[in-house]
T-cell receptor, first 114, second 115 residues
Framework: KNQVEQSPQSLIILEGKNCTLQCNYTVSPFSNLRWYKQDTGRGPVSLTIMTFSENTKSNGRYTATLDADTKQSSLHITASQLSDSASYICVVNVPGAGSYQLTFGKGTKLSVIP | NAGVMQNPRHLVRRRGQEARLRCSPMKGHSHVYWYRQLPEEGLKFMVYLQKENIIDESGMPKERFSAEFPKEGPSILRIQQVVRGDSAAYFC?????????????FGPGTRLTVL
């Protein structure tokens, strides 16, 4: 079973609408949780990074939340734009030896249509 | 300020051939990580290198795969005698050091297709 599960697998929304993507993780403990955006044919680009003691982090129209008790995170995108069409990946970083090893979810593929 | 560079972007090989993937980290970064992304899967860690040293290769298959990061030049991921199952996107990332709060910056990836 994957240690980082994301839902939905894919999502289609109209331009200008808001959406929320979910991430459940079983990795414990963890040092930080990151959300990446991956455009088709490109490498992942970091959107937010939160430590276990933070419960929200914003980056422009992107707001990530974290509930360490329930091991859930969400990424909220407001006023979506066509350029938001991409895969959004939840990534968990485990502390200690091998802390550089990132555990990736499979991503949510978001399509924003006009 | 160039980001992480990878080449080639696309590579086609026949079964049994060798594939060489190159990665130039961001300027000032001495830590390189290689990841593999199979179709419909998340990225999986393969190997972590510093200049002239392999720090952790626990995610890399024991046979046919090797990686290096020489004192001069790019990091190389080498796959010998490729098989169809090696078809994937291979991403390289770099960081200035391996502390938890240091971002790993990803390259655009090399898409390997094995015929």
């Amino acid at each position: 079973k994957n240690q980082v599960e994301q839902s939905p697998q894919s999502l289609i929304i109209l331009e200008g609408k808001n959406c929320t993507l979910q991430c459940n993780y079983t990795v414990s403990p963890f040092s930080n949780l990151r959300w990446y955006k991956q455009d088709t044919g490109r490498g992942p680009v970091s959107l937010t990074i939160m430590t276990f003691s933070e419960n929200t982090k914003s980056n422009g129209r992107y707001t990530a939340t974290l509930d360490a008790d329930t091991k859930q995170s969400s990424l909220h995108i407001t006023a979506s734009q066509l350029s938001d069409s991409a895969s959004y990946i939840c990534v968990v970083n485990v502390p200690g030896a091998g802390s550089y090893q990132l555990t990736f979810g499979k991503g949510t593929k978001l399509s924003v249509i006009p | 300020n160039a980001g992480v560079m990878q080449n080639p972007r696309h590579l086609v090989r026949r079964r049994g051939q060798e594939a060489r993937l190159r990665c130039s980290p961001m300027k000032g970064h001495s830590h390189v990580y290689w990841y593999r992304q199979l179709p419909e899967e998340g990225l999986k860690f393969m190997v972590y290198l510093q200049k002239e040293n392999i720090i952790d290769e626990s995610g890399m298959p024991k046979e046919r795969f090797s990686a290096e990061f020489p004192k001069e030049g790019p990091s190389i991921l080498r796959i010998q005698q490729v098989v169809r199952g090696d078809s994937a996107a291979y991403f390289c990332a770099s960081s200035p050091r391996d502390r938890l709060d240091n971002e790993q910056f990803f390259g655009p990836g090399t898409r390997l297709t094995v015929l």
